[in-house]
């Protein structure tokens, strides 16, 4: 089989379909979360640290000049994306915990055994009389 014969199988699959939405909506998702973090969660904690914003802390290695830029360490907007990191993997792990406690609790209830045809119960009816 050819590959692009193999990659228009795999591509047409549903679970290829349902994974690019998530994708889309994660990536969304995403950029809600750095929002969030960074305009509602960080300025209350740089106020509380005494006005301090985290996306303007860097160190600089070396200063600018006309020619070039200057080249810094921005420590404050790593700091800023590892909350946004932190906060997506709870939202993430919340909500595939949710999904499994939903999975268990259609696990734990059994389906009810089908009931019998009516050839079924005549031929136990039978069997039964037989057996007298």
């Given at each position: 089989?050819?590959?692009v ?43 509380l ?84």
């Amino acid at each position: 089989m050819s590959i692009v014969k193999e990659f228009k199988a795999f591509a047409m699959r549903g679970n290829v379909m349902d994974m690019a939405v998530g994708i889309i909506i994660g990536g969304t998702f995403g950029k809600i979360i750095s929002s969030f973090v960074g305009d509602v969660l960080m300025p209350p904690i740089g106020l509380l640290l005494g006005g301090m914003d985290f996306s303007n802390l860097a160190l600089t290695l070396k200063e600018g000049s006309e020619s070039f830029t200057p080249v810094t360490l921005n420590y404050g907007v790593f700091i800023n994306t590892t909350i946004d990191f932190l906060i997506i993997a709870f939202a993430i792990f919340m909500v595939i915990k949710a999904m499994n406690s939903m999975k268990k609790k259609e696990e734990a209830t059994p389906a009810p055994p089908p009931t019998p045809t009516k050839e079924e119960v005549l031929l136990g009816e039978i069997r039964d009389l037989l057996k007298k």
